[in-house]
């Protein structure tokens, strides 16, 4: 008795320093709230969203390809004072001095034509050359000109990337709210690897301190001579084993307490208290609902259609380069030169042009077919592997939805078995102290109720991390009944 009254003030100093210093805080957290520090907070998170970025600016890029391009360039200036050679009317070389600026400025436009492939394109320009030497200063410019290039026969890049790159964007948009779910799947692990060693360390608590008071009637017993020295030696031994496995529940708890702040990005050094996460019984998931919801949201369904159109362009790619090949060129303008800038702007004259290139392949000794029929065969290829796929992506769903309402069955028989485990334990300790109950039996009681409390922690987390595997895979949320969306 005097003992406690001593402990008192201690007590109350400890528990006064604990609410006093935030340090010492215990942070208590639900299953929900971990996942969505996760989501805010995790080096995964991070990673995804400059990924998400990356993949914005390069949509970016490609819708660029379509609008008109303006640029202007030029030398400003071209210096030169040098010698050079100069070939005589009778063939032999004499070496000149050069002296003069040679100066222009362009202004292009150009503008691709999707449908054709072309591209129509306009262009001013403006020269001047100064010689030095003769105290000379020529200009000449193009006050404007148009022209149409063509290719002819050709594969048209830009045809197939409008077909290609908006699946990409819109796939890479679901890739990373599916990466979001994936971080819900790993923090779930991280979280009940922290609460089922809380429970542990509970629990070995909780045996500690009830070995130790049965220990304590069991030295009044065998003092009596109800019970036999090998009984309290069995006892001193229960004792023994809970106190070692407090300890090695204390290590576990630490473990997993500094995994879970380093996933998740939790600061400080607050102590970290899990609430037991409830399980939704009400939530109906049907098999049917989860594969529509995982072909409408999931990359994987839009990275189908992506890789079939990407085999089809490669044949079309190899097609197109085979055999003739031909560009037609066509512009049209005004052109002048003279010896004052204003001067080129008047009156100029017109200029034409027109050429078609062409590239005929005279023996290449089957590269062209081979080129070809290798593209088909992986066209061909790529449309098994693409079954396959969506047969796996298929057969995924339906054995996740099975895993999760088994889960859902499980959890009822696991938290039945926990009570009566519970009642079965708290009867044998009863028993025990009346001395109608041997020390093998309470130890058998002791397991059972131990084993009962992990196999509930266990199925709660196999339910949720199923759930979450279930979010995953369809991009659905079954509690709100809507699309996720970020």
Do not use: C
Not at 118 to 135: A, H, P, V, W
Not at 430 to 445: P, Q
């Amino acid at each position: 008795m005097t003992k406690k009254f001593l402990m008192m003030p201690l007590l109350w100093w400890i528990g006064f320093g604990v609410f006093a210093n935030p340090k010492n805080d215990t942070l208590r957290l639900t299953l929900p709230q971990v996942v969505e520090m996760a989501k805010a907070n995790s080096i995964a998170a991070k990673q995804a969203i400059t990924v998400k970025e990356t993949k914005y600016w390069e949509w970016r890029t490609f819708k660029s390809n379509y609008q008109p391009q303006l640029a202007l360039s030029g030398v400003l200036p071209g210096y030169t004072k040098t010698y050079t050679q100069v070939q005589q009317p009778n063939g032999t070389i004499l070496f000149q001095p050069v002296h003069y600026d040679n100066s222009s400025l362009t202004l292009d436009f150009s503008q691709s034509i999707t449908a054709t492939g072309g591209t129509i394109y306009g262009t001013t320009q403006l020269q001047r050359f100064s010689d030095f030497d003769r105290k000379n200063v020529l200009y000449n410019g193009i006050p404007y000109g148009l022209g149409y290039t063509q290719p002819l026969l050709q594969f048209n890049a830009l045809k197939w990337d409008k077909k290609i790159e908006p699946l990409k964007f819109n796939e890479s948009k679901q890739v990373f709210i599916e990466t979001q779910e994936k971080i819900s799947v790993t923090v779930t692990e991280y979280f009940f690897d922290l609460l089922l060693a809380q429970v542990n360390l509970d629990i070995a608590d909780l045996n500690y301190a009830n070995t130790q008071r049965i220990l304590t009637i069991a030295d009044t017993k065998f003092e009596l001579g109800k019970i036999s020295k090998n009984e309290i030696l069995q006892l001193q031994l229960e004792v023994l084993n809970a106190q070692k496995a407090v300890g090695t529940a204390k290590r576990d708890v630490e473990i997993a307490t500094l995994n879970l702040r380093s996933y998740t990005g939790i600061e400080g050094d607050d102590r970290i208290k899990l609430d037991m996460p409830t399980v939704v019984t009400q939530m109906s998931v049907a098999t049917e609902k989860v594969l529509n919801e995982a072909y409408e949201n999931r990359s994987d369904a839009i990275a189908f259609v992506r890789r079939l159109a990407e085999a089809r362009r490669d044949v079309a790619k190899a097609k197109g380069e085979n055999g003739l090949k031909a560009t037609l060129r066509a512009n049209l303008g005004y052109s002048n030169a003279a010896t004052n800038a204003f001067d080129v702007y008047r009156s100029p004259k017109n200029q034409q042009s027109v050429e078609l290139q062409l590239s005929i392949p005279v023996m290449d000794w089957g590269r062209s077919k081979s080129r070809t029929k290798t593209a088909q065969a992986n066209e061909q290829f790529t449309i098994y592997a693409v079954e396959q796929d969506k047969q796996t992506f298929k057969q995924q769903i339906v054995t996740q939805v099975t895993l999760f309402n088994m889960m859902k069955e499980q959890i009822q028989l696991t938290d039945k078995a926990e009570k009566i485990a519970a009642e079965k334990y708290k009867i044998a300790s009863e028993r025990y102290v009346l001395g109608n109950l041997s020390i093998t039996d309470l130890s058998i009681a002791f397991q059972e109720n131990d084993r009962a409390k992990r196999d509930y922690v266990s199925s709660l987390r196999d339910f949720w991390a199923a759930y979450y595997q279930l979010r995953y895979l369809s991009l659905y949320d079954f509690e709100k009944n809507k699309k996720i969306t970020y």
